[in-house]
Nanobody, 120 residues
Framework: QVQLVESGGGLVQPGGSLRLSCAAS????????MGWYRQAPGKQRELVAV???????NYARSVKGRFTISRDNAKNTVYLQMNSLKPEDTAVYYC??????????????WGKGTLVTVSS
């Protein structure tokens, strides 16, 4: 089994910053990609940012230039540095990882989510 545990959410004023972390644990053989998704009230879950083994990164257009995704492969941890936050960034942020274990090839795993609220 693989577990993803997020941390770092909270309440922040517009223009502020937050850093999210997500640590993967369990019987992991490899992680091909790690990323962040978000879901705002009444909206569908959307991709925020993803980082692929090797360092390639992709961002949603709405966060490009404000958010930075990074990864510590030794710790199986992904980070999301969020700067210049806007009220429209308010959402539950979910960590995602595409993981291979000794029991199965690549599968998607999800964290339980962490709430980010941007409000004055």
């Amino acid at each position: 089994q693989v577990q993803l545990v997020e941390s770092g959410g909270g309440l922040v004023q517009p223009g502020g910053s937050l850093r999210l972390s997500c640590a993967a644990s369990g019987t992991i053989f490899s992680i091909d990609a790690m990323g962040w998704y978000r879901q705002a009230p009444g909206k569908q879950r959307e991709l925020v940012a993803v980082i692929i083994t090797g360092g390639s990164r992709n961002y949603a257009r709405s966060v490009k230039g404000r958010f930075t995704i990074s990864r510590d492969n030794a710790k199986n941890t992904v980070y999301l540095q969020m700067n210049s936050l806007k009220p429209e960034d308010t959402a539950v942020y979910y960590c995602n990882a595409y993981v291979s274990t000794i029991l199965h090839d690549g599968m998607d795993y999800w964290g339980k989510g962490t709430l980010v609220t941007v409000s004055s």
